[in-house]
């Protein structure tokens, strides 16, 4: 199953309307980016709207709606909804654990890091620390 969720933004702009829309791979956008990036950005690029334009300052001022969760997506939206900044804070978090998982198993014999929770938190605040250097 994908974890998608769709995208659209309406607005209007020296009296012509515009709609873009795309549904976005989670998995994908998670992988490809450090950090979630700014959603009004990737619908203009699917569209061919230069970012460095009055159009999409415009645009940047439109609420996106979000539909049709798929997946893990489900989990994130709520009440018509969709919180990217939990999905991307447990995205990195996950990202994190698993990183330090495969430390702990490689470098410690370590099969079950949840058996370690010191050892867990000290890596994962390695592992934090180096990212931000």
């Given at each position: 199953m994908p974890n998608s969720i769709d995208a659209r933004?309406?607005?209007?702009?020296?009296?012509?309307?515009?709609?873009?829309?795309?549904?976005?791979?989670?998995?994908?956008?998670?992988?490809?980016?450090?950090?979630?990036?700014?959603?009004?950005?990737?619908?203009?690029?699917?569209?061919?709207?230069?970012?460095?334009?009055?159009?999409f300052e415009v645009m940047l001022v439109a609420d996106i709606e979000f539909s049709n969760p798929q997946g893990l997506a489900l989990r994130y939206m709520k009440d018509g909804e969709f919180d990217f900044v939990a999905l991307d804070d447990d995205w990195a978090r996950n990202k994190a654990l698993m990183q330090v998982r495969l430390i702990a198993a490689a470098d410690a014999d370590i099969t079950d890091l949840e058996q370690h929770p010191a050892l867990q938190r000290a890596l994962l605040a390695a592992y934090n620390s180096g990212k931000k250097v």
């Open positions: 933004v309406e607005f209007s702009f020296k009296g012509e309307d515009y709609l873009c829309s795309a549904t976005l791979n989670l998995d994908e956008l998670l992988q490809q980016h450090d950090d979630l990036p700014v959603i009004h950005e990737l619908l203009a690029q699917k569209h061919g709207i230069d970012t460095y334009s009055y159009l």
